[in-house]
C-alpha cells in the first residue's frame, strides 16, 4: 500500500500518520549490533499485533525513530506504551548485560515526541474553507450577518449589516446557522414570555461577534 493511500474500517476512511522518537534512559548508546537488530524485530511485531504500519523507521544507538500509521482509536499514548513497554520488556530479558545496566527497570526514558505528518498541509485545509462560502475578517465562513436588519425595518441594498436587534425569525435562522441550535418561536414559548418580542444585542465571544437574545 502507498503511503499515501486511505485505509478503510468499517465504518471509516482514515489517514492517520505520526512522526514518534523516544530515547533510551539516560541516553546510553545501548542500541547496537544484535540489541539494535532484536529492538527493530520487536517493535514492528507489536505494531503489527495493533495495526499499526511503519512507513519508515530507524533505530540509532540512543533513539528510536518511526513515521507510522495509526488507527482511530488508538491514542498516541496508548501506541507508544504497547511499543515501549513490550520492546523494554524483551530486550533485558533476552540480553542481560542491558538487565545488569538498567538494574532490571525501563530500557527506555519517560515520555517521546510526536508530530502528526499528512499530505494536506494546515495552508491547503484553509484554503478549501475559505472558498465553502463567503471570506470573513474573523476567520469564519458561512454566517451571513448581512440578512439581518433591525428590528420593524428592512435591509436596504449595499448598507452595512447591523446585528443590534432583529425580529424573532430572523434570530432564530441566524443561531440556527451559528450555533446549530433550534430557537423556538415566540408563540410557543409558554407562560409569561409568550408572544414577547425578541431582538439581538452584540455579544462578543472570542474572535466571533454574535448575538446574544434579550427583550425588549
Not at 499499526?52 to 500509521?69: A, F, P
Request: positive net charge; contains cysteine; proline residues 5%.
Amino acid at each position: 500500500m502507498s503511503d499515501k493511500a486511505y485505509r478503510l474500517g468499517s465504518h471509516t476512511v482514515y489517514d492517520i500518520k505520526y512522526r514518534v522518537v523516544w530515547v533510551t534512559k539516560y541516553r546510553y548508546k545501548v542500541l547496537t549490533g544484535e540489541i539494535a537488530l532484536r529492538a527493530r524485530e520487536v517493535i514492528r511485531q507489536v505494531c503489527m499485533s495493533r495495526e499499526i504500519k511503519i512507513l519508515q523507521g530507524h533505530v540509532s544507538r540512543d533513539h528510536v525513530h518511526l513515521l507510522v500509521s495509526s488507527l482511530p482509536g488508538l491514542s498516541v499514548s496508548q501506541m507508544i506504551q504497547y511499543v515501549k513497554g513490550k520492546s523494554s520488556y524483551v530486550l533485558q530479558q533476552e540480553f542481560p548485560e542491558l538487565k545488569k545496566r538498567y538494574w532490571g527497570q525501563h530500557l527506555w526514558a519517560r515520555g517521546y515526541f510526536c508530530a502528526s505528518s499528512g499530505t494536506v498541509t494546515d495552508a491547503m485545509v484553509k484554503a478549501y474553507i475559505e472558498q465553502q462560502d463567503l471570506p470573513s475578517q474573523d476567520g469564519f465562513t458561512g454566517v451571513h450577518l448581512k440578512e439581518v436588519a433591525p428590528h420593524g425595518t428592512q435591509a436596504a441594498a449595499g448598507n452595512a449589516p447591523n446585528t443590534d436587534a432583529c425580529s424573532g425569525s430572523r434570530l432564530q435562522r441566524l443561531t440556527s446557522i451559528a450555533m446549530g441550535v433550534t430557537l423556538r418561536t415566540d408563540q410557543n414559548i409558554p407562560g409569561p414570555f409568550k408572544r414577547r418580542p425578541i431582538c439581538l444585542q452584540k455579544l462578543s465571544i472570542g474572535p466571533l461577534e454574535i448575538g446574544s437574545p434579550s427583550r425588549s
